[in-house]
């Protein structure tokens, strides 16, 4: 009865996974408002109401695809950060930052269901809280690191006075990214970060069309006057600029 059961469940695993590659496909075409499960059904020569009985609705179907694309981005920030000298702060910021970007590049249609426009009448679960934490709680630790280290630059002017709602976002932002670092570190970070998806969004949904041709010179530039904005010194061997 338990190989039954493996085999069935091995069976199901299988089709699941026929069924969101298929997804990911139709993303490429239709986009996530365009989303159909009669469609993936189609594809995949089953009845509709088979889809149904994996995906009970097209809102559970964009759900997983959401959880696998921050996840997959996740991963790829994380192996950026482990494959540089834990000391190179400043490495480890650019390398963080080049990933997003190559990630993003070599899965537009995802990128775009992650950090493109809403789809209507979707409202993400939980379940998509952690994946999509992955990779700032990497750049988070970048950025303790450096503050442990005692190599993250002080803000010139000493430190912001927050106050009202701005005062209860930063520390919203500290307790859960960064709880050891300055305020106003901890600011200049979602600058930051916002800075490198904002740049990314603008080379993948063509804002930068015959305009910026030589983009990865262009990006890896922004990346090092962000990564100084937060006070992270240049990568080993690079100088600041």
Not at 26 to 38: M, N, V
Request: hydrophobic residues 45%.
């Amino acid at each position: 009865m338990n190989r039954s059961r493996t085999a069935r469940e091995r069976v199901r695993a299988e089709i699941t996974r026929e069924i969101v590659e298929i997804a990911r496909r139709h993303l490429a075409t239709e986009g996530a408002a365009g989303l159909s499960l009669r469609a993936v059904a189609r594809e995949m020569g089953m009845v509709s109401s088979a889809v149904y009985r994996y995906f009970p609705s097209k809102d559970d179907l964009l759900t997983t695809l959401i959880i696998d694309g921050y996840n997959s981005l996740g991963r790829a920030v994380e192996h950026a950060d482990a494959g540089r000298d834990p000391a190179d702060h400043g490495g480890r910021w650019q390398a963080a930052c080049l990933a997003i970007r190559a990630w993003a590049l070599a899965h537009p249609h995802e990128y775009a269901l992650l950090y493109g426009s809403p789809v209507p009448g979707y409202r993400a679960p939980e379940d998509t809280v952690a994946p999509a934490m992955r990779d700032t709680l990497v750049i988070g630790r970048i950025i303790t690191d450096a503050h442990r280290a005692g190599v993250l630059a002080v803000p010139p002017g000493g430190p912001a006075a927050f106050e009202g709602g701005m005062a209860a976002d930063v520390a919203r932002v500290r307790e859960l990214i960064m709880p050891e670092v300055p305020e106003e570190t901890a600011a200049r970070a979602v600058t930051a970060v916002a800075g490198v998806y904002g740049w990314v969004s603008f080379e993948l949904f063509g804002q930068f069309q015959n305009a910026i041709e030589d983009r990865e010179a262009f990006f890896r530039h922004s990346v090092a006057a962000l990564g100084a904005l937060i006070g992270l010194p240049a990568p080993v061997g690079e100088s600041a600029a």
